[in-house]
């Protein structure tokens, strides 16, 4: 099931639905960087192409962390 979470990013609000082990997972890597969960999302954001879902570039991230 996927959980539904709202934020800002780049000054608007949006909401991201992920599975809650891909937000823990996002939460262990912003804790571990002293980051907060925004500044990882929007991070993640920016690096990202156009043609990528935010959701989906999260989900690549978090798991490149957890490979590498």
Known sequence: MLEKRSLSLSGHRTSIAL??????????IAKA???SLANIIGRVDS???PEQPLASAL???ALRSVLN
């Open 47 to 49: 690096a990202r192409s």
């Open 19 to 28: 599975e809650p082990e891909f937000w823990a997972a996002l939460e262990r």
């Open 33 to 35: 960087e002293t980051r």
């Open 59 to 61: 989900r690549v991230y």
